[in-house]
């Protein structure tokens, strides 16, 4: 699977919007890009995939570049329970079924 | 809505000591189901999925195994612990296998240390 870069951390001012981004300049064709979050001591949350095209839902919107080499996670309206690590993965879903999270963006929203 | 639940959130074991961790869950049939360990500021490693009842793959050889007894159950566990089975335990689940893009949606893990 690609190889992910993320930005270690970022800040971002209560209500205003969050945007995330994710460089996968290796992706191949059949992987879809994946932004899950984690806070401490929890389990990662899904947020939004997509293949080619953006997409969006209650949580965030999704914006892949054409190329699909680099994709941007935005939260619309940042509140501080936004707060958390953010990880971009690129999946195909193989047979091994590791998921590399890598390193991820530590988001810090602030009042 | 569909939800997983994990149990227990933290667990300390003696090395030797059995293992018993049980995920279930709700608002969905058929699911596909997932053990994830992850270390510390490290991804996540695959142990073992299962597509259906009874139905269990193993990814890595070692000191666990897991067995669905029902549909929507799914239990990790171990006849004796290794230190190096300390970790964060994660279940999950997904509608449709991860080759169609389906995501993987977690539960709250559990913390596992072996003293």
């Known amino acids: 699977d690609a190889k992910t870069t993320q930005p270690p951390s970022m800040d971002c001012a209560e209500g205003r919007a969050a945007n995330l981004p994710c460089n996968h300049s290796?992706?191949?064709?059949?992987?879809?890009v994946y932004w899950y979050r984690q806070i401490h001591s929890q389990g990662p949350q899904y947020i939004i995939h997509g293949l080619k095209n953006n997409e969006t839902n209650e949580m965030a919107s999704l914006i892949i570049t054409e190329d699909r080499k680099s994709s941007t996670l935005i939260l619309p309206h940042a509140t501080l329970r936004d707060t958390a690590v953010y990880y971009c993965?690129?999946?195909?879903?193989?047979?091994?079924?590791?998921?590399?999270f890598g390193k991820g963006t530590k988001l810090s929203v602030k009042p | 809505s569909q939800t997983i639940h994990q149990w227990p959130a933290t667990l300390v074991q003696p090395v030797g000591s059995p293992l018993s961790l049980e995920c279930t869950v709700e608002?969905?049939?058929?699911?596909?189901l997932y053990w994830y360990r992850q270390a510390a500021g490290r991804g996540l490693q695959l142990l073992f999925y299962s597509v259906g009842i009874g139905q269990i793959s193993s990814e890595v050889p070692q000191n666990l195994s897991a067995s669905r007894p029902q549909d929507r159950q799914f239990i990790l566990s171990s006849k004796k612990l290794l230190l190096s089975d300390s970790g964060f335990y994660l279940c999950?689940?997904?509608?449709?296998?991860?080759?169609?893009?389906?995501?993987?949606?977690f539960g709250n893990g559990t913390r596992l240390t072996v003293t």
């Open positions: 608002g969905t049939s058929n699911p596909n």
């Open positions: 999950a689940w997904s509608p449709l296998v991860r080759l169609l893009g389906s995501p993987l949606h």
């Open positions: 290796t992706i191949s064709g059949n992987e879809y």
């Open positions: 993965i690129a999946d195909s879903g193989g047979s091994q079924g590791n998921l590399i």
